[in-house]
Every structure is written in structure tokens, then in C-alpha cells.
């Protein structure tokens, strides 16, 4: 099976193109800082040596053992 030449030509056209803006295109990579927000707040490099970071989520039964809502 042969590729036709219109094929061929749009084909050649579509890649100069995309070549064209791939090259043109400034890509910026995303920083350190960017992140800084997702850091607990309280314990960092000028924190006390006792500081210590919470759990973000901590675990939660969902009920209490007086209540025997898990067949304890």
C-alpha cells in the first residue's frame, strides 16, 4: 500500500510546524518554592530541637470501643 503524495506533503508540512513551535517554546521548569506551601507550618531549619511535625491525617477509629459498632 502506497503512502500518497498529498499525504506525504501534509505530512512533511505538520512536522516543520510542530519542529517550529517545540523550538520556539520556552519551557520553565517548576522550582523548590513551589512546594514550600505543602510544608507544616511550626518546625523548620530555625525550630527547637524538641519540635515535632503532626500527622496530616491522623487515623480515627471512627468510633469508640464502648460503642461495639465493629463487633468488638
Known amino acids: 500500500m502506497a503512502v500518497s503524495k498529498k499525504t ?5 508540512a505538520l512536522i516543520v510546524m510542530i519542529s ?8 520553565r521548569s517548576i522550582g523548590v518554592g513551589a512546594m514550600e506551601g505543602d510544608r ?3 518546625c523548620g531549619p530555625g525550630s ?7 500527622a ?7 468510633c469508640e470501643p464502648s ?3 465493629r463487633g468488638g
Do not use: H
Not at 506525504?8 to 512533511?12: A, I, K, T
Open 8 to 12: 506525504m506533503v501534509v505530512s512533511l
Open 20 to 27: 517550529i513551535v517545540m523550538s520556539t517554546t520556552e519551557a
Open 40 to 42: 507544616p507550618k511550626g
Open 48 to 54: 527547637p530541637p524538641d519540635c515535632k511535625e503532626k
Open 56 to 62: 496530616a491525617n491522623p487515623y480515627k477509629r471512627g
Open 67 to 69: 460503642q461495639k459498632c
